[in-house]
Nanobody, 126 residues
Framework: QVQLVESGGGLVQAGGSLRLSCAASGSIFSNYAMGWFRQAPGKEREFVVA????????SYADFVKGRFTISRDNAKNTVDLQMNSLKPEDTAVYYC???????????????????WGQGTQVTVSS
């Protein structure tokens, strides 16, 4: 079992930055690929970014490339999402997820992930 707790969400103006963090507990953190998904009101939950257990591989959704950066600290059992140049359309609840497997082809799918956090709200005002 892995427990995930997100933090760092909030309200920010367009063009601003936020840094989300996800703290994991309950298992060997480096055994898990970690991902961030988001869900806006009335929309499906969508993939944002993921990172392999070692941190050596990443996968980004096209709409965040160049703006968002994922990183992890396996000593601290945390994964962070640095979000820059935020847009109103980035407004959503952001979820941290863990998967016991890494596949660049599959990591963007929700069912590939075994554990989920409760989410943190990010609101970007125009």
């Amino acid at each position: 079992q892995v427990q995930l707790v997100e933090s760092g969400g909030g309200l920010v103006q367009a063009g601003g930055s936020l840094r989300l963090s996800c703290a994991a507990s309950g298992s060997i953190f480096s055994n898990y690929a970690m991902g961030w998904f988001r869900q806006a009101p009335g929309k499906e939950r969508e993939f944002v970014v993921a990172i392999s257990g070692s941190g050596g591989s990443t996968s980004y959704a096209d709409f965040v490339k160049g703006r968002f950066t994922i990183s992890r600290d396996n000593a601290k059992n945390t994964v962070d999402l640095q979000m820059n140049s935020l847009k109103p359309e980035d407004t959503a609840v952001y979820y941290c997820a863990a998967s016991s497997r890494w596949s660049r082809d599959m990591i963007a799918t929700r069912r590939w992930h075994d554990y989920w956090g409760q989410g943190t709200q990010v609101t970007v005002s125009s």
